[in-house]
């Protein structure tokens, strides 16, 4: 049976009217401003979704690869880079065993593209392990996970597990046939030591945090627990 995130995201296609998704210009101008505007740099894009920041950087001339584990959005992202008729790649791929001929300048992995979704703490070890192997020496990643202190800053949140920083809950998904089923979704919530920690033991080198708004991403300031993501820029 296929896990609730690989069901959530089939036949996903008002995926880009969602509130999360609405800010994809802006999120592009910040990993720019982090990575530099050579086109001629490489970027994966892990769990590219509909493609929507795969495709925004190709807009803007940039060597894009977008993989997901969903062939349902990698569809959504091949047909809007068809009509536009951009240059990207777009491949239906695991997150935790990325394989790749040539490595990346950078990685991007944001709004949980398949980090914090996994099973088990030792999958998303397996996605930081596989995105570190990806990049070239010096390479960077650029990521967002869902903070942990902002949970515990809900007290009324019982669906949040303070033993295992996960939160259990259903979620109705609309499915082909005017129909809908209950997914029962489990989500791992992370602080900053412990991310930190994670991607110092994959191999990356540094790391800087940054807070995550609901308009914008804020390199130079830290989280807090009124940020629901928090990202890191992690340095091989």
């Not at 996903?12 to 001629?40: A, H, M, R, S, W």
């Not at 997914?183 to 991607?199: A, G, I, S």
Request: charged share 25%; proline share 3%.
């Amino acid at each position: 049976m296929k896990q609730w995130y690989e069901q959530l995201y089939e036949d996903f296609d008002t995926y880009g009217q969602e509130p999360y998704t609405q800010n994809t210009e802006k999120e592009v101008d910040f990993i720019i401003d982090v990575l530099g505007d050579d086109c001629g740099l490489s970027i994966v894009d892990v769990g590219c979704g509909n493609g929507r920041h795969t495709l925004e950087l190709a807009r803007r001339g940039f060597d894009v690869t977008g993989i997901d584990l969903s062939t349902s959005m990698l569809t959504q992202a091949k047909n809007a880079a068809q009509t536009e008729s951009l240059a990207l790649h777009l491949m239906h791929m695991d997150a935790r065993k990325m394989n790749f001929e040539q490595p990346f300048d950078a990685a991007i992995m944001l709004c949980e593209g398949g980090f914090s979704l996994m099973e088990t703490d030792e999958m998303d070890e397996d996605i930081l392990n596989s995105v570190f192997r990806a990049l070239k020496p010096n390479g960077t990643l650029i990521m967002t996970a869902p903070n942990a202190m902002f949970m515990f800053s809900q007290k009324s949140n019982r669906n949040f597990n303070v033993l295992t920083f996960r939160e259990e809950f259903k979620l109705e998904k609309a499915i082909p046939g005017g129909r809908t089923k209950m997914l029962h979704c489990n989500q791992r919530y992370y602080t900053c030591p412990e991310l930190r920690k994670m991607l110092i033991e994959a191999g990356f080198a540094s790391v800087e945090f940054f807070a995550c708004g609901r308009s914008n991403y804020m390199r130079g300031k830290e989280p807090t627990t009124s940020h629901f993501e928090f990202g890191a820029i992690a340095k091989k």
